[in-house]
């Protein structure tokens, strides 16, 4: 997987290949516009392409995903390349924000969350009356409230749907936001985060008896789930438009609402793989002991607190508990609790990731 | 007790007054034989024409054809067709009343003991599949280990949806569109249950995954079954509509035919009058008198009739439409606040105004608006207190309900998941809002059966005023034709 250079020029060589059969089809029935269109396309996968026969990165897993990320996100945000280090330095100063929560008369932390998301944050439904919110993602909200306010208690969670994270610390519904959130270029433009608090990546999860190995060759023709409007669905989708062997003969149109619905149609038959966050899947499989994560991570994505757009004591705040949440090893303590019996100890998430700072 | 008026008849027809020695108790006196002819051959004017030879024989019509027209010329002949015609004529009016009642008081009776309660149970069907929902959503909230009174009423629910599908299934004609609709909901409702077995087993493990089966069972329940059972409730109400149409149409024909009867009756009479002088022929008076019994008995009985069946449906059927419309909103309300708080924003619409908001909160809002204005409608058309009271009570307990939903909400978006369920599912002194959905729920359970009872006794009213029309009908006409025919046999019997 990793010396992936003569690999990847294979892979070039058969797209050119490819494009050279387009080229000639096209001439054949369409004339000049047909040639156009080839010439078109071939100039998009050479773009999309060639990166990949470069040496990669640092702490980039995947394979050829990775490239076409980075293409989108350069087409999207041409200045924004590295979107996890884009964070403050970590502070203890209080500033606005931080003066604002604490001046509150309901001294409370507010922060949106997710609750339904096994092992990261939810609820369970046995534990009567005293149910708490429990989970990896709340283990990080009560360690900042605890530093912030004194008491790890003085939270106020908040359940917000995932598509209403952005809008929600805009409106000043929440302080922030500690739901598997992915840090991407996109989303800068509209809020602030902390530095990485998780690493993780996009990530194919099958039944155990399933023919399917990870993300490849193995997902020819099966139905793959997704959830609308999640980053997993626009990588299928781009993937797809790409012709990328993993997906170009895959039905990727079974979206459900909620990643957590997709279990429900891998169960009931209806899908043959997930496809999200390895994080999410690996909450998936902690549900369901017939089935199982396949292959690695094939993008490289970091899990971020997210904070107002220019509340920079609060993430400069944020990303010093970080430091030591890391440091004092209740990072490990809340992984081992939380996510080692799915992910494991061997996987590239069982570590924190390393920030770097504006 | 005149002398035989021979109005000379237009044609050249030979006037042959038959000769008046019978035993006709005034005797015809000097039946003038107008014409020397003697009145030799015609006895009963049969034989029509006997000194020329017969031609040869043509087909049995225009013998026929040719014998009536003969005989049309003679006053026994034509006495012999005018009491053969009001005969008919009074016969086919009591078959046709008796046809056309038996038709409508079918109908009614359709409306009574077939369609309306076909409706009511497509009605159950609709309510149990949604109350099933409801109770399922409920008892989920609760936890892993559900209560008994929750777990007990998603299952009479489900029992009875399929109770209700297998006699609704019987009851329709196979290939019909019911027929197809009820099909579908069977098979729906086994797939329905199997998600929230599912849901249910998951949520005793804690996995929040059966929060999504819920939701998929939900789904499966408010976008696909309802919508059947809403066509299904719609069909049968369709069916009682036109057996309502059916059973208070006026019987045109019957009446028609009545009118023509008494009109030939009037003028067989008359014509008797200026013939004979005699006022009164006995069997036509009598025929006159039937026919005219069974025109007023078939008139005031279908009027009746109408306005006991425009009753049970003004009283009964309108009031059970909108409240079970009324019902089924606030099932489906409870049932969306309930899925509130186990989606927790797991799933959102964009509104028009381009806000989010939460799938499950919207729709709340949207069935309870609804209930608003179907009881704002049960209200108005509920005509006596006992109807009134209950959706009295309905109202008050939805105010209350929309006034606790709110705490509760604001529970809930104030970060406090505890208490908002408290609010929710909780006990008498969390002051919940299942207690006012219970309240609503049995006060419009009662004014449903109260506007039942209203229907039924409107119903058979309607129905008994239809009672022996048909057979009395029929009988009084056979009684009518049997005078017209004596009547004019007595008229007849002067020329023997």
Redesign the interface.
């Known amino acids: 997987m990793r010396g992936g250079v003569t690999m990847n020029a294979q892979r070039l060589e058969r797209s050119l290949r490819t494009g050279l059969r387009v080229l000639r089809a096209g001439l054949r029935g369409w004339g000049g516009v047909g040639a156009m269109a080839a010439v078109c396309a071939l100039a998009v996968a050479f773009a999309l392409l060639l990166p990949l026969t470069q040496p990669r990165g640092v702490g980039s897993a995947g394979t050829g995903g990775q490239g076409v990320a980075v293409g989108i996100q350069a087409s999207a945000a041409a200045a924004c390349r590295n979107p996890q280090d884009q964070s403050p330095e970590p502070s203890s100063l209080d500033g606005r924000t931080i003066e604002e929560i604490k001046s509150r008369a309901d001294r409370r932390l507010?922060v949106g969350v997710d609750?339904?998301?096994?092992r990261w944050g939810?609820?369970?439904?046995?534990?009567?009356?005293?149910?708490e919110?429990e989970g990896f993602d709340i283990d990080l909200v009560h360690r900042i409230a605890q530093d912030i306010l004194g008491d790890k208690d003085a939270?106020?969670?908040?359940?917000?749907?995932t598509?209403?994270r952005i809008?929600a610390l805009k409106d000043g519904r929440v302080d922030m936001i500690v739901r598997t959130m992915t840090i991407t270029c996109d989303r800068l433009k509209d809020v602030s985060f902390s530095a990485p608090y998780f690493l993780t990546g996009q990530q194919v999860l099958a039944p155990k008896s399933s023919t399917i190995k990870g993300y490849d060759k193995t997902l020819d023709g099966k139905r793959i789930c997704s959830a609308k409007g999640s980053t997993a669905l626009e990588k299928l989708k781009a993937d797809k438009a790409a012709k990328k062997p993993a997906v170009a003969t895959a039905d990727i149109d079974k979206t459900v609402?909620?990643q957590?619905?997709c279990?429900?149609r891998l169960?009931l038959g209806q899908v043959d793989a997930v496809v999200t966050d390895g994080a999410l899947a690996a909450s998936?499989a902690a549900?369901?002991p017939t089935v199982e994560l396949k292959g690695n991570t094939f993008t490289t994505d970091y899990y971020g607190v997210a904070v107002k757009k220019g509340a920079n004591d609060l993430a400069a705040q944020v990303n010093r508990i970080l430091e030591q949440y890391r440091q004092d090893g209740d990072w490990q303590k809340s992984y081992d609790t939380w996510l080692s019996p799915t992910l494991g100890s061997e996987s590239e998430s069982a570590k924190p990731p390393v920030p770097r700072y504006k | 007790m005149g002398e035989v008026t021979v109005t000379s008849t237009s044609s050249a027809a030979p006037p042959t007054p038959g000769s008046p020695g019978g035993p006709g108790a005034s005797g015809a006196s000097g039946a003038s034989t107008a014409s020397g002819l003697p009145a030799i051959p015609s006895q009963g004017g049969r034989g029509p024409v006997p000194d020329v030879p017969q031609p040869p024989r043509r087909t049995a019509f225009a013998e026929g054809v040719d014998q009536l027209r003969a005989a049309a010329t003679t006053e026994p002949g034509r006495l012999r067709i005018i009491g053969a015609l009001l005969a008919v004529l009074v016969v086919a009016f009591g078959a046709v009343t008796a046809w056309q009642m038996t038709d409508r008081s079918s109908a009614a009776d359709d409306v009574l003991h077939n369609s309306q309660p076909l409706s009511s149970a497509a009605a159950d069907i609709y309510s149990s599949l949604a109350d099933a929902n409801t109770a399922a959503s409920s008892g989920?909230l609760a936890?892993?280990?559900e209560t008994a009174t929750s777990r007990d009423r998603y299952q009479r629910d489900i029992r009875n949806a399929a109770d209700k599908l297998s006699a609704a299934a019987t009851n329709s004609a196979p290939g019909s569109e019911s027929a197809t609709t009820i099909a579908r909901l069977n098979k729906l409702l086994s797939e329905y249950t199997g998600y929230i077995e599912?849901a249910r087993a998951?949520?005793?493990?804690?996995?929040?995954?059966?929060?999504?089966?819920l939701?998929?069972a939900n789904d499966t329940m408010q976008t696909r079954m309802l919508p059947q059972a809403e066509k299904l409730y719609a069909k049968e109400n369709q069916r009682l509509r036109s057996d309502y149409a059916d059973a208070t149409s006026y019987p045109w024909a019957a009446i028609g035919l009545g009118v023509a009867v008494l009109g030939a009756l009037v003028w067989a009479q008359r014509r008797n009058y200026q013939r004979t002088n005699r006022v009164l022929n006995h069997g036509l008076v009598a025929a006159t008198a039937t026919a005219t019994v069974v025109l007023l008995w078939l008139v005031a009985g279908q009027s009746f009739a109408r306005s006991g069946l425009g009753e049970s449906y003004d009283h009964g059927i309108r009031s059970l439409n909108v409240l079970h419309d009324a019902r089924i909103a606030s099932l489906k309300a409870r049932g969306n606040e309930n899925l509130t708080l186990v989606?927790?924003?797991?799933?959102?619409v964009k509104l028009s105004d381009g806000d989010?908001v939460?799938t499950y909160d919207n729709n709340f809002r949207t069935e309870m608006t609804a209930l608003g204005k179907g009881l704002t409608e049960a209200e108005r058309l509920a005509d006596d207190q006992p109807g009134k009271a209950p959706v009295a009570t309905a109202v008050g307990g939805m105010e209350e309900w929309q006034k606790r939903h709110k705490e509760a909400r604001a529970e809930?978006?104030?970060?406090?998941?505890?208490q908002a369920l408290?609010r929710v599912i909780g006990d008498k002194g969390d002051k919940p809002t299942g207690e006012c959905f219970d309240s609503v729920d049995t006060a419009l359970k009662t004014a449903i059966g109260h506007e039942q009872t209203e229907f039924a006794q409107a119903a058979a009213n309607g129905l008994d005023a239809m009672t022996g029309l048909p057979v009395g009908a029929a009988g009084l006409a056979v009684l009518g034709a049997a005078g017209a025919v004596l009547g004019i046999g007595r008229r007849l019997s002067e020329y023997r």
């Open positions: 507010v609750q339904n998301s096994y939810y609820r369970d439904p046995n534990g009567g009356r005293s149910a919110l939270v106020k969670f908040k359940a917000i749907p598509n209403q809008p609402p909620s957590l619905d279990l429900v169960q998936q549900q369901d | 989920f936890g892993g280990d599912r998951n949520n005793r493990l804690g996995f929040p995954v059966g929060g999504s089966y939701r998929l989606a927790r924003g797991a799933e959102t989010v939460d809930y978006e104030s970060g406090d998941f505890q408290a």
